[in-house]
């Protein structure tokens, strides 16, 4: 979003933090503003987690010869609020994405990562800067610094890492520091190209800001779900009894590796609800799969396919595995939204469930043409 303003010359940048809830984002922003000398603007809190964004606003050094001004901002972690999040996070020059140290948060940590990733590829123009703050390193059973780059690397990110205590200010001028780095390189990419646009910003205040963010749900019960859902907001918060607190306790066994050979149990009709779509008629497409023995094969690049009653193709691709149920209904929720669209929306079947391993995998289930219903099963993933 970056721009050049005609009426001061400064350029305006926007650095995201974004994260799992509670891994500290707001906490990290009101450091920075204490650091700074500026206040922060937090619209709209329930129980201390944000609803809509903290703002953070700072004008200082240059680039390429002009004053650069930085709107600093966090986002909403809940994930009822995923909408929300997706918006200010396609706005961004640079992200700070803000992790949980601890053992709980760092399942978290994963699943929201992924997601992030996702975002970024879609958006357009030069590379959005990403860096890393690993929070909670007062943690008495922190995740060591190496397992985080490990987690990093598996998911084909290289990004640096900054360790930080955010309740006592500790590591944040260094991760702000990098992501400031990053979001004049691409503002620099944008010059090199002219593509660098010189108009006022679309937001140039936090009520500006809010109030985009308000029109742009005109008609929705986003708030009031978000007041609602906040008490299951964090994974580990929700009921001991619950089948995503069993899936987090088995994923959160310390070097957890998925068995050699095991065969993910394929979606049935006791997905959970909220985790098919369409709702009425996947549910249904849910149950006449199940009746089926489905033989399920896994190409070379580890996704996996079928066939059920030679009607429909069954697919889940190797990406599309979370530890965090929160981070898998993300990707459905996007899934079906690109669906919707569709003329053919009523021939398929999007389903999040559990793999018979504690974790969550997302499946598209298409219907073959009658033509074609001995193919083998496909390894061309369904676009979403």
């Known amino acids: 979003m970056a721009v050049l303003d005609p009426r001061n010359g400064t350029v305006v940048i926007r650095v995201v933090y974004d994260g799992a809830p509670m891994a500290g984002k707001s906490t990290s922003v009101a450091a920075l503003g204490r650091g700074l000398g500026s206040d922060v603007y937090s619209p709209g809190q329930v129980s201390g987690r944000t609803l809509y964004f903290d703002w953070l606003d700072y004008t200082g050094g240059q680039i390429e010869g002009r004053r650069i001004r930085c709107q600093i901002i966090s986002v909403p972690g809940q994930a009822v609020l995923a909408p929300r999040r997706r918006r200010l996070l396609e706005s961004a020059d640079a992200i700070v994405f803000v992790g949980d140290s601890s053992p709980a948060g760092f399942i978290s940590d994963r699943g929201y990562l992924s ?3 996702r975002v970024l590829e879609q958006l357009p123009g030069p590379p959005v800067g990403l860096v890393l703050q690993a929070n909670k390193r007062d943690h008495p059973h922190a995740i060591p610094l190496d397992q985080i780059r490990s987690m990093t690397e598996s ?7 900054v360790e930080s205590v955010a309740r ?12 400031m780095r990053l979001a004049l390189e691409r503002v620099r990419e944008q010059m090199r190209r002219q593509e660098l646009p010189e108009a006022r910003p679309q937001v140039d205040t936090p009520q500006e800001l809010l109030a985009l963010l308000k029109k742009s749900e005109e008609g929705n019960s986003l708030q009031y779900a978000a007041e609602v859902e906040l008490i299951h907001a964090r994974v580990s918060d929700v009921r001991p009894q619950s089948i995503v607190s069993e899936a987090i306790a088995q994923a959160a066994r310390e070097n957890e590796t998925v068995a050699v050979g095991h065969v993910p149990a394929p979606p049935d009709a006791r997905v959970q609800s909220g985790l098919v779509w369409p709702p009425v008629d996947g549910r249904a497409v849910l149950r006449e799969i199940a009746k089926a023995h489905i033989q399920l094969s896994c190409s070379e690049r580890g996704d ?11 697919y889940s691709a190797a990406a599309e595995v979370f530890d965090d ?3 898998g209904r993300m990707v459905l929720v996007e899934a079906a939204r690109s669906h919707a669209t569709s003329d053919r929306s ?6 999040l469930a559990n793999d018979g391993q504690g974790r969550w995998r997302l499946w598209h289930i298409t219907r073959i043409n009658a033509g074609h219903a001995g193919v083998s099963p496909a390894t061309v993933a369904v676009s979403h």
Do not use: P
């Not at 006592?168 to 992501?179: K, L, Q």
């Open 325 to 327: 149920i929160n981070a």
């Open 155 to 161: 998911m084909g990110l290289r990004i640096s890492v």
């Open 346 to 351: 009523q021939e398929r079947c999007v389903a």
């Open 168 to 179: 006592n200010g500790v590591g944040i001028r260094e991760a702000f520091v990098s992501a």
């Open 115 to 117: 997601g992030l990733a």
């Open 304 to 314: 996996w396919s079928g066939i059920a009653q030679e009607r429909w193709k069954v």
